[in-house]
């Protein structure tokens, strides 16, 4: 059994090139560029309600970083620091070490320091607070969103939600698609390359963690619009899943890290070379309107109005 | 039972004056004050590790936050901003308002913005996150010691983890020593304006929240220096208190959240008259020595060398 000094000493301290100071004192210190603002956001993940007691420690690592970077993400803030903190209910080296290989893996991808920490004993929880950076004014806000906007989504969103029923033995996947929903799920990609090149295109933009409809009524409510999604025009669902399921999956999963923004439709052309750029594709799914505030209206393959049962995930709901 | 989303917006959006953007959004967004570093800790506060099933939730909010605040006055950061992420076994409505007002109490005495955070089910955990900023080149670092400084703690350690013995029945204080005891443990009070004035003034400074020894363990470590402290100088014992567990929590005890730092010996006369200005007693315990860094000699009451056996707590030690 390892000291608490000793493992943050052993697997937390590799050197922070952006940071004065980065672990091992009672703070980190940084210098923040001139003129930016400075994007903070922190996400707590909770062993049986964000991961799976048997979840790969190195994949964990990955994860808790990279929720964080999606916030940063869907500000259009660039990442530059990261603080972790966690409780552990034992000190295991092997546990430790593969997390912070995941941890790293990630920041090193990202161009991120892991500048400090704490650590404790306790029901496993990793908490990370991430830092980014961005140019006065540049914020994707949730609250920037006007009619007339088209409605954006990034990426497959749903696979991961489908991946955690595959897990559950809520449904059967074929080892393919399992394999491409189970990375979507373990190692999640935050956009953080969208979301700084969305910068002056998007006028709101959201990151779907808590389900692509929880999340739209987000920017929806903040910015006082109403929404038409047509899920003709979201990604196709993969052939080989329930599609019941699947679309449920797509519209209210939640775990995904993909962005969803509003822009104006005269940036269509601009936000299809950016798609071609990134290698990602971009769903134009719906668009906004100026009546009843908060309002949602989704409508099938056929154009039908459907009935949404659900928007999200909500841990407390 | 609330919302997730509700319980964040009832309790947690108090208007914030110094960002750009509360709680709400993916991120918080603040501007930092030209010409700043910042300083960032991060500390999580985990039920049964560091509080009782049924501390009062008002004193866990003021101490989740003045914990991190230690760490600050610590480096000598003038506190601004911090986030909550926290973990809960249930939403109860009582529980997070009374919380919420311990937390809001802390910062608004110390003029913190509590600009965004996470909420979520599981365990009970909280996990802060405190910024703060200093003039560069100023931070009261741990690696600052040097051979002659004289060695200052402020305050009355050891209270607090008397308190906790008495609490958990190890010890039987009378009531008014058992009071300012629980009140240490339970609502410490960090040493911000101390941390602030010691710029200038300290080589090196830590806050004693791992117990007094310990911590001036990790400042010799870190300065290569070792260190002579003398019980005789450090604050008197109470008098009502077993003087054995008493003189032990003073020295290892943990969980309080006093200065101790070294300064050259031609300081002596300020740091006088700052004690006196903040009416907080400042103990000249030690000094430093240039020989067998970490290395700690302890005299006790008559000079004679003292055997130590704890320093002070360790997670997983």
């Given amino acids: 059994m390892s000291s608490e000094f000793e493992l943050i000493r052993r697997y937390f301290s590799r050197p922070t090139a952006q940071a004065i100071l980065g672990p091992g004192d009672d703070c980190a210190l940084v210098a923040p560029s001139p003129g930016m603002n400075l994007a903070i956001t922190t996400d707590m993940l909770v062993e049986g309600t964000h991961f799976l007691p048997n979840t790969d420690p ?3 690592g990955w994860k808790a970083l990279a929720v964080n970077l999606s916030d940063l993400a869907a500000m259009g803030a660039r990442p530059r620091w990261a603080l972790l903190a966690g409780s552990l209910p034992e000190a295991c080296e092997s546990w430790v070490g593969s997390f912070a290989e995941g941890l790293y893996a990630c920041a090193t991808r990202f161009g991120v320091d892991v500048i400090g920490g704490d650590t404790t004993r306790g029901p496993r929880n990793l908490c990370l607070t991430a830092i980014g950076e961005l140019p006065a004014g540049t914020a994707l806000r949730r609250d920037g969103a006007l009619p007339g906007d088209d409605l954006w989504v990034s990426g497959q969103p749903g696979l991961a939600a489908l991946g955690l029923a595959h897990l559950q033995a809520r449904t059967r996947l074929p080892d393919e698609l399992a394999d491409s929903c189970l990375a979507s799920l373990l190692r999640p990609f935050p956009r953080v390359e969208l979301g700084l090149s969305l910068r002056g295109l998007a006028h709101a933009a959201i990151d779907i963690s808590d389900g692509l409809l929880a999340d739209l009524g ?9 929404a038409e999604v047509f899920v003709a025009q979201l990604p196709p669902l993969p052939a080989q899943a329930d599609p019941v399921l699947a679309r449920r999956c797509q519209l209210a999963g939640g775990d995904d890290y993909e962005l969803m923004f509003s822009a104006p439709p005269e940036k269509r052309s601009e936000l299809a070379a950016l798609a071609r750029r990134l290698a990602l594709p971009l769903w134009r799914c719906g668009h906004l309107v100026g009546s009843s505030p908060g309002r949602i209206d989704v409508f099938g393959e056929e154009g039908q109005p459907l009935a949404i049962e659900q928007r ?6």
Wanted: charge should be neutral; glycine fraction near 16%.
């Fill in 218 to 226: 987000h920017i929806l409510e903040r910015s006082g619009v109403a």
């Fill in 58 to 60: 190195s994949r964990l």
């Fill in 312 to 317: 999200g995930y909500d841990h407390f709901g």
